[in-house]
């Protein structure tokens, strides 16, 4: 009976006392507690919290001071810290951490009466395309090939996320995207799902992966609920230094905009030689949608897009090679102990960390060392610039660019694994903007020929989510996606 609610269309029940907040939380811990032994979505599952949080939202309800997302019970991606609960970031080596502190984002969700049903799988440290490097074993996406049992993944690394919210056993989920992290698994999984520029959420209490890339942002099933969940999530955080001062729009209003007299840019660079003709068609049908609902349609070009996968693999893993320095066994965390100092360091890194970590702490710690930073991680930062001023410039002419979200439906478990160029090529289509720091939402807009979701990117000015929201939900309404996967509660 919940399975398909949207979470706007709950929120009102909510309210309406249609159902109570303990009865819609009971039917998502139940769903959870089935299909998670076949999902592997969570790592850890707070049903007692859940249940609790409910009772005081139905209260909340009762006294008429619910707050926005009262009631709704949403997943938590397992790198987002929440106080008195394990947090792992999916690593061995923070696989006892209980922080004393609560991030902003879960904060934020939580004084607006979110229910949290604990905290999801990832690709360890967000480092991962397809939620196969997690320490707590691989996510299984709940879509399956036409006519195959395959397991396919569900995307990375916020896979446990976007599978969740998939398979009806969260109506939303928070996510982080360094590189494409929500963008593409939400594309995976056939969903919807935003990364906001950078600075728009707070990154406190989120575990650092690239933190000049790191953006917090949000997984539904509806453009709307993305746009309700990103109005709590959002907003400045004297915390972080990079969260931005301004105010946060409604933007579920602007999903009500519509795209009239909008300019809508198709950036060249992303025809790419031998595109899957499936995503090509798609892309044709988004810009016909568009179109149609009265946008104009402008060729644009982006000429740096060729670098962007480079330059992405120098700085976000130059970047996580230093944040993850902390983790010694010293302060907090999983140890290893030592013969002396060094030793357990060593011990601790070597046990604590899985193999694509290392990968990642090797190449940022070559790129950042004396005698090939200026090769490397420099230069690597100045055409990052020029990634930049491609979306600027694209930017003066157009509102909004479309783009395919992933060069492919999901691929199977195991797939891609002895080659890490052909999984970092996943990304190509949301790195830019992740290097940009410019906005970007995944919408489902079609299954592919083996009936697998595909989705659609939106890709906005920074700070102009809303115009993101209002592209999306004019794809939204006109895709029509209603298919589901076969693995779903209440199926
Ligand atoms: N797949 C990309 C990577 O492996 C992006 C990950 C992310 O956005 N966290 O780095």
Known sequence: MFSDLSIVEAASALRRRDFSARELTQAHVDAVAALNPRLNAFITETPELALARADAADAALAAGTAGPLAGIPLAIKDLFCTEGVRTTAASRILGNFIPPYESTVTANLLRDGAVFLGKANLDEFAMGSSNMTSAF???????????????????????????????????????????????????????????????????????????????????????????????????????????????????????????????????????????????????????????????????????????????????????????????????????????????????????????????????????????????????????????????????????ALLTPTAPTGAFAQGEKMDDPIAMYLNDVFTVPASMAGVPGMSVPAGLDHQGLPLGLQVIGRPFDEETVFAVSQVIEDAAGFSAVPQVRAGA
């Open 137 to 399: 074993g691989p996510v299984a996406n709940p879509w399956q090939r036409a006519g195959s049992n395959a397991v396919l993944v569900p995307g990375g690394s916020s896979g446990g996320s976007a599978a969740a919210v998939a398979a009806r056993i969260a109506m939303g989920a928070t996510g982080t995207d360094t590189g494409g992290s929500i963008r593409q698994p939400a594309a995976f999984c056939g969903i919807a799902g935003i990364k906001p520029t950078y600075g728009r959420c707070s990154r406190w209490g989120i575990v650092a992966f690239a933190s000049s890339l790191d953006q917090a942002g949000a997984f539904a099933r509806t453009v709307g609920d993305c746009a309700v969940l990103l109005g709590s999530m959002a907003g400045f955080d004297a915390k972080d230094s990079t969260s931005v001062e301004r105010p946060v729009p409604d933007y579920l209003a602007a999903t009500k905009r519509g795209v009239r007299g909008l300019r809508i840019g198709v950036p060249r660079e992303y025809r790419m030689e031998g595109m899957n003709p499936d995503v090509e068609r798609l892309w044709q049908s988004g810009l016909q949608w568009l179109r149609d609902a009265g946008a104009e349609i402008v060729d644009v070009s982006l000429p740096h897009t060729k670098y962007g996968l480079a330059t992405y693999y120098i700085v976000a893993p130059a970047e996580a090679s230093s944040n993850l320095a902390r983790y010694d066994g010293v302060r907090f965390g999983v140890r290893q102990d030592g013969v002396d100092l060094i030793d357990l360091y060593e011990r601790t890194r070597a046990e604590g960390f899985g193999d694509e970590v290392k990968r990642r702490i090797m190449i940022g710690t070559y790129v950042l060392s004396a005698g090939y930073y200026d090769a490397y991680y420099l230069r690597a930062q100045k055409v990052r610039a020029l990634i930049l001023k491609d979306f600027s410039e694209a930017f003066a002419r157009v509102d």
